[in-house]
């Protein structure tokens, strides 16, 4: 029953935060189309429920000669590709907010497992195991607040399987503002090896 009432949730939500987060969604645009040519949005095919491929949306945070398939923490130089509005961009986690739009579209949740690439083989293998590819991937989830970019792959993957475990209401609500504080303390966020 709570997968039903989630989605409800979900719908009602990212319809509610759209409208009172406009104003700013309009202000990053701007800024964003302001600093650096290139498009306001960047698109990537990610892994949704079932292992059905979804095209994810976020504010462009880098230049447009950056790599496009690589998670950003694995690349060499990540921070020699971001522009200086995406780098406040990504610590305040703004760059996220037009994931709203796929989370109205049903592709995603609030909460739920964060979408691996299409080509994160290894992770998409790990959370078949867990049942975890059998939800709509989310905005935050277990495994963000419990380490995010450091974690390993088979320990974030186990985070997912518990998380599909642990589903209802009351952990999503506990996991929602743990990601807030965490957000606010840029807590787990890595840019590129070279922090590593």
Not at 111 to 139: C, F, M
Not at 151 to 172: C, H, N, Q, T, W
Request: aromatic share 10%.
């Amino acid at each position: 029953m709570y997968p039903y009432i989630k989605r409800v949730l979900d719908i009602l939500f990212s319809l509610l935060m759209i409208v009172a987060l406009s104003p700013i969604l309009v202000l990053c645009s701007i800024l964003i189309k302001l600093e650096s040519k290139g498009p306001i949005l960047f698109k990537q095919k990610r892994v949704g429920r079932n292992q059905e491929l979804f095209t994810i949306y976020k504010f462009r945070t880098m230049r447009v000669d950056a790599p496009k398939d690589t998670p950003t923490h694995l690349l060499d130089s990540s921070v020699n590709f971001i522009t200086p509005l995406g780098e406040f961009l990504r610590k305040s986690s703004l760059d996220e907010l037009p994931q709203l739009v796929n989370i109205l579209q049903g592709h995603m949740s609030f909460v739920g497992p964060r979408p691996a690439l299409w080509n994160q083989y290894d992770l998409t293998e790990e959370r078949q195991k867990r049942s975890a590819n059998d939800i709509r991937p989310g905005l935050t989830g277990w495994a963000q607040i419990n380490g995010r970019d450091e974690l390993p792959i088979e320990v974030k993957a186990k985070y997912d399987g518990e998380y599909v475990s642990r589903m209802s209401l009351a952990f999503d609500i506990e996991i929602f503002f743990k990601t807030i504080f965490k957000v606010l303390v840029s807590e787990g966020v890595k840019e590129g090896k070279q922090n590593k």
